[in-house]
Nanobody, 124 residues
Protein backbone atom coordinates (compact mmCIF):
# COMPACT_ATOMS: atom_id res chain seq x y z
CA UNK A 1 0.00 0.00 0.00
CA UNK A 2 1.30 3.44 -0.92
CA UNK A 3 0.48 6.48 1.17
CA UNK A 4 0.85 10.01 -0.15
CA UNK A 5 1.10 13.13 1.99
CA UNK A 6 1.02 16.58 0.42
CA UNK A 7 2.46 19.73 1.93
CA UNK A 8 3.39 23.23 0.89
CA UNK A 9 -0.02 24.73 0.33
CA UNK A 10 -1.09 28.00 1.87
CA UNK A 11 -2.15 31.55 1.23
CA UNK A 12 -0.23 33.52 -1.38
CA UNK A 13 -0.79 36.78 -3.20
CA UNK A 14 -1.54 36.87 -6.88
CA UNK A 15 1.67 36.74 -8.86
CA UNK A 16 3.41 34.75 -6.17
CA UNK A 17 4.81 31.23 -6.15
CA UNK A 18 4.41 28.02 -4.19
CA UNK A 19 6.13 24.67 -4.24
CA UNK A 20 3.98 21.72 -3.32
CA UNK A 21 5.54 18.51 -2.11
CA UNK A 22 4.18 14.99 -1.98
CA UNK A 23 5.96 12.44 0.16
CA UNK A 24 5.29 8.81 -0.63
CA UNK A 25 5.70 5.74 1.49
CA UNK A 26 6.30 2.32 0.01
CA UNK A 27 8.92 0.75 -2.19
CA UNK A 28 7.10 1.24 -5.48
CA UNK A 29 7.48 5.01 -5.75
CA UNK A 30 10.52 4.89 -8.00
CA UNK A 31 8.62 2.82 -10.58
CA UNK A 32 5.39 4.79 -10.39
CA UNK A 33 4.25 7.69 -12.53
CA UNK A 34 2.90 10.53 -10.44
CA UNK A 35 0.45 13.33 -11.00
CA UNK A 36 -1.04 16.46 -9.52
CA UNK A 37 -4.72 17.28 -9.71
CA UNK A 38 -6.81 20.06 -8.23
CA UNK A 39 -10.38 20.71 -7.25
CA UNK A 40 -11.84 24.16 -6.76
CA UNK A 41 -15.05 24.73 -4.78
CA UNK A 42 -18.08 23.73 -6.81
CA UNK A 43 -15.97 22.34 -9.63
CA UNK A 44 -14.86 18.91 -10.72
CA UNK A 45 -11.36 17.65 -10.11
CA UNK A 46 -9.01 18.50 -12.95
CA UNK A 47 -5.61 17.38 -14.10
CA UNK A 48 -2.63 19.68 -13.51
CA UNK A 49 0.60 17.82 -14.31
CA UNK A 50 2.13 14.37 -14.52
CA UNK A 51 5.62 12.90 -14.51
CA UNK A 52 6.85 9.44 -15.46
CA UNK A 53 8.78 7.11 -13.20
CA UNK A 54 12.23 8.45 -14.09
CA UNK A 55 11.34 12.12 -14.37
CA UNK A 56 12.28 12.13 -18.02
CA UNK A 57 8.80 12.76 -19.33
CA UNK A 58 6.30 15.35 -18.13
CA UNK A 59 2.96 16.65 -19.33
CA UNK A 60 0.97 19.70 -18.23
CA UNK A 61 -2.52 21.07 -18.46
CA UNK A 62 -2.69 24.10 -20.71
CA UNK A 63 -3.60 26.44 -17.86
CA UNK A 64 -0.30 25.77 -16.03
CA UNK A 65 2.01 25.20 -18.97
CA UNK A 66 4.92 27.60 -18.89
CA UNK A 67 4.46 28.65 -15.28
CA UNK A 68 4.64 25.34 -13.42
CA UNK A 69 7.16 22.54 -13.15
CA UNK A 70 6.63 19.01 -11.91
CA UNK A 71 9.69 17.12 -10.71
CA UNK A 72 10.61 14.18 -8.54
CA UNK A 73 13.38 12.90 -6.32
CA UNK A 74 13.23 9.14 -6.21
CA UNK A 75 15.89 9.00 -3.51
CA UNK A 76 13.55 10.97 -1.27
CA UNK A 77 10.31 9.38 -2.49
CA UNK A 78 8.98 12.84 -3.19
CA UNK A 79 7.31 14.60 -6.09
CA UNK A 80 7.08 18.37 -6.38
CA UNK A 81 4.97 20.94 -8.14
CA UNK A 82 6.48 24.38 -8.48
CA UNK A 83 3.84 26.94 -9.39
CA UNK A 84 4.65 30.50 -10.41
CA UNK A 85 2.63 33.57 -11.32
CA UNK A 86 -0.36 32.31 -9.38
CA UNK A 87 -3.78 33.84 -9.84
CA UNK A 88 -7.08 33.61 -7.99
CA UNK A 89 -8.17 30.97 -10.51
CA UNK A 90 -5.51 28.65 -9.09
CA UNK A 91 -7.27 28.55 -5.73
CA UNK A 92 -8.11 24.90 -5.08
CA UNK A 93 -7.25 21.82 -3.11
CA UNK A 94 -4.28 20.18 -4.80
CA UNK A 95 -3.99 16.42 -4.74
CA UNK A 96 -1.02 14.21 -5.39
CA UNK A 97 -1.69 10.87 -7.07
CA UNK A 98 0.33 7.81 -8.01
CA UNK A 99 -0.23 5.02 -10.46
CA UNK A 100 1.14 1.51 -10.74
CA UNK A 101 2.40 2.18 -14.25
CA UNK A 102 5.61 3.95 -15.22
CA UNK A 103 4.11 6.14 -17.92
CA UNK A 104 2.38 9.48 -17.51
CA UNK A 105 -1.37 9.94 -17.57
CA UNK A 106 -3.77 12.87 -17.40
CA UNK A 107 -6.72 10.70 -16.46
CA UNK A 108 -7.65 10.72 -12.83
CA UNK A 109 -9.26 7.31 -13.10
CA UNK A 110 -5.88 5.86 -14.09
CA UNK A 111 -4.34 6.61 -10.72
CA UNK A 112 -4.31 4.11 -7.89
CA UNK A 113 -3.21 6.15 -4.90
CA UNK A 114 -4.30 9.58 -3.72
CA UNK A 115 -3.24 11.95 -1.00
CA UNK A 116 -5.57 13.95 1.21
CA UNK A 117 -4.83 17.22 -0.54
CA UNK A 118 -3.34 20.56 0.39
CA UNK A 119 -5.20 23.85 0.14
CA UNK A 120 -3.83 26.60 -2.08
CA UNK A 121 -5.47 29.99 -1.77
CA UNK A 122 -4.45 32.88 -3.97
CA UNK A 123 -5.59 36.34 -2.94
CA UNK A 124 -6.11 38.94 -5.63
Amino acid sequence: QVQLVESGGGLVQAGGSLRLSCAASGRTFSTSAMGWFRQAPGKEREFVATINWSGGNTYYAEFVKGRSTISRDNAKNTVYLQMNNLSAEDTAVYFCAGRKWRSTSAGGNEYDYWGQGTQVTVSS
